[in-house]
DNA sequence: TTGAAAGCGATACCAG
DNA sequence: CTGGTATCGCTTTCAA
C-alpha cells in the first residue's frame, strides 16, 4: 500500500527532485561532492520545504550517537554551572551534544539516567563522585561506552577519574585553621550518606584533627543538605554552644554563607569571633562581607579535561585516563589567628 | 552475508531464546501479553547478557521520542534549578524525558538548540521568553511539536505563553518603593537586548515613574549581565551619586545581592540609608542580612503547568493554552518608607 | 500467545 | 558525480 504519507523525508525530497535518496543524504553531510546544479535545487526544496532530517534516523544508520551525557548531583549548586560550561563548550568544538541530566542526589534516578544514556548510546559518560554500584560501571564498560568520573578521585584504574582531591583539598583548609591556632572546629559539611565529597571533606577534617591531637567532638559537626537555609540553622546551633567553635569549616559555600549570615544575625562577628572557610570558590564569596576565605575548586578546568578526555575516547579510541587537578585555599578576610581574637 | 555480529540485539536474543523478534520486543514492551515462561526465559537472557535496547531504534520504529525539550538561557541562576525540577518531576510521571539545554542568553545558540530538538523529534519544547525570530515559532509548528513560552508572557495567541506576568510584577514593587516615599528609584536589570524580561520589567518601571511623575533618569539605571561582580560594581556606582537613589529596585535578586554587599562595604545601611527590593525570592533572600524584600516568582508553579499542558498536548492532542500565574510582592527588611530615613 | 514481515528515515557502500 | 540497495534495531500490524 502506497500511502501517500505527507511526512518529509530525504526520500521525499529525492522524489521531488528527481534524484536519489542517496543525493539528498549527500547534500546533507557532504555538500561538495554533489553538482552545485543539483545540490542548489536540493537546498532550495530543502529551504522551502523546512526539511529537518530526522536526527534519529541518522545517528541510528551512522552508528555515532554524537551525544555525551552528563550526570550532576544537583543543578541548583552554580558551582555545576561552570562545570558543565566548560563541558559544552569543549564538547561544541568537537561536534557532540551535551544531555544534561540532573539526579539529585538519589543513586536511585542516577541509575535510570545511565540506562537511559545507554539506550541512547551515547558515546561518553560525565559521572560526579566515585561512589555508585559497581554494576553501573559493568554496563557502560559492556556497552564500550568511556565514561570518567569527577569531582572525585578513584582508586581503582579501572574507574578513571579527571577531579581533584576532595581529601588534599580539605586538609589544607583543616590545617591552615589550625595553623592559625584554632583548637576547637566546627564542621559543616554535606549529607555523607549520598555524597561521597562530603565523606571525603568530612574524614580529612576528622584525620587533621586527629594527626593534632584534637578529640573529635560530634558536637561540632552538621551533615546537612546543601539549602543555605539548613546550614543557617545548623550554624546557629553550633555558634549557640556552651563551648562554641572559634573557626568552621564548610564543605562549600553555600553551607558557608548561611553560616555567616548566621553569625550577623546573632551578633557573632567573622573573623573576630568566628573563622570561617568554605569550599568551591562561588563568585558571590568574593563580593559578601567579610569576603570569604575558601577552597578554589578548578570546575572549568576539571570540566574541559573531562570533556577532552572522553572526545579522544569517542574519537580517537584512546583510553581515559585519571588525572587530578590541583585546588587553591584562598585566603580572605573571614579568617584569622585566634590569638587576635578579643579586638 | 552473515557476519556473526556480537552486538546484542533483540534478533540475537530471539535466535538465542527460539523465539521471534516481536516476543523479545513484547517482554520489553507489555510483558503481560507474553507466556509466563517465555517471558521468564527471555528475562533471564536480557538479564545475563546486560542488554540495552537501542533506544533510537526503539523511539524511531515507534514513532515517538518520549522527550520534551527544554531551554533555559542559564543554568547558573538556581532560580532555574527549582524551575526545572518542577518540570521534572511531572514529566517523570508521565514517562517523559527531560532534555535540558543551556541557550546562555544566545539566540543563535538557542535556535540551534531547536533546530536539534526537531531533530529528535521532540514532543514538546519548553521556552524562556517570548522575544525571539517568528520563524522558531513556525518551524515547531510545522513540525507538530506543542511548545510553550515560560517566563513571559505572550501578546499572540498562536504562541501560548505559561508564564507571570513580568510588568505587572515589576509595577508592583516600584510602586511599593514610591508608596513607601520614595522618589529617586534606582534599578539594576538585565541586558535588555537579550533578555526580553528584563525588558519589560526595566518598561513597567518607567511607567510607574512616568505615571507619578518622576522624571526619568538614565544614571539610576544600570543593565548588567547576571553576574553578581557586575552588579556589586553597578550599584557602588549608584550609591556614589552625587545625588544618589534612596531605593533601588533590582529585578534580580543575583543583582540585589550583589548591591546589598556594596551598600554594606561602603556602609551605607539597609534599609535605613537604602531601601532595596530584589525578584525571584531565590531562598538565600530569607537568611541574608537583612533579610530582602522581593518578588516572588512561581516557578515552581509555572514550570509544572508548563510540564502538564505539554503533556496534555503530546498524549492527549490538547492545544496549549496561556496561562498567567501570580506573583506576590514580599516585604522583608530590606525596605523602609523614607521618611524614617534618619535614624 | 506467537511469528512473519513490513516499515521507520537516513547512511554508506559499491557500481556505473 | 549519481543511483541502487542493504542495513541499522526495534515496533507493530496481521495472521495463524
Known amino acids: 500500500m502506497k500511502k501517500p504519507d505527507k511526512n518529509i523525508t530525504v526520500r521525499w525530497l529525492a522524489r521531488k527532485a528527481n534524484v536519489s535518496v542517496a543525493t539528498v543524504s549527500r547534500v546533507l553531510r557532504q555538500p561538495e561532492a554533489v553538482a552545485p546544479q543539483t545540490r542548489e535545487r536540493i537546498l532550495g526544496l530543502i529551504e522551502k520545504h523546512q526539511f529537518v532530517p530526522d536526527g534519529r534516523a541518522a545517528t541510528f544508520s551512522s552508528r555515532r550517537s554524537g551525544l555525551v551525557g552528563l550526570i550532576v548531583p544537583t543543578i541548583s549548586n552554580s558551582i555545576y554551572a561552570e562545570f558543565t560550561e566548560a563541558i559544552q563548550n569543549r564538547l561544541q568544538e568537537a561536534g557532540l551534544d551535551l544531555l544534561i541530566a540532573n539526579a539529585n542526589y538519589s543513586s536511585e534516578i542516577e541509575s535510570v539516567i545511565i540506562r537511559r544514556l545507554i539506550e541512547s548510546r551515547a558515546e561518553g559518560v560525565i559521572l560526579t563522585g566515585y561512589k ?24 581503582k584504574r ?21 595553623k592559625l ?67 568552621l569549616f564548610c564543605a562549600n559555600d553555600i553551607q558557608a554563607l548561611g553560616a555567616l549570615f548566621a553569625c550577623q544575625r546573632l ?68 579568617t584569622r589567628p585566634i590569638r587576635s581574637r578579643t579586638p
Open 181 to 247: 591556632g584554632h583548637r576547637r572546629i566546627g564542621l559543616i559539611c554535606g549529607v555523607t550518606s549520598i555524597n561521597d565529597r562530603a565523606a571525603q571533606r568530612l574524614q580529612a577534617y576528622r584525620d587533621v584533627l586527629s594527626r593534632n591531637k584534637i578529640p573529635f567532638d560530634p558536637d561540632l559537626v552538621a551533615e546537612r543538605p546543601f539549602e543555605i537555609e539548613a546550614s543557617n540553622v545548623a550554624a546557629t546551633r553550633l555558634v549557640s554552644l556552651a563551648k562554641p567553635p572559634t573557626a
Open 267 to 334: 551578633k557573632i562577628r567573622v573573623p573576630q569571633d568566628l573563622s570561617i572557610i568554605g569550599f568551591d570558590d562561588l563568585p558571590i564569596t568574593r563580593v559578601v562581607n567579610p569576603p570569604l576565605s575558601t577552597v578554589h575548586v578548578p570546575a572549568r578546568r576539571m570540566g574541559y579535561a573531562a570533556a577532552e578526555a572522553l572526545i579522544n575516547a569517542a574519537r580517537k579510541n584512546l583510553p581515559v585516563r585519571s588525572e587530578t587537578i590541583s585546588t587553591e585555599l584562598i585566603m580572605r578576610e573571614s
Open 158 to 178: 579501572t574507574v578513571p577519574a579527571i577531579s581533584f582531591d576532595n581529601r588534599a583539598a580539605a586538609t589544607e583548609a583543616t590545617e591552615m585553621l589550625i
Open 132 to 155: 555508585r554500584d559497581p554494576a553501573l560501571y559493568q554496563l557502560l564498560r559492556h556497552y564500550k561506552i568511556p565514561f570518567v568520573v569527577t569531582w572525585s578521585t578513584s582508586p
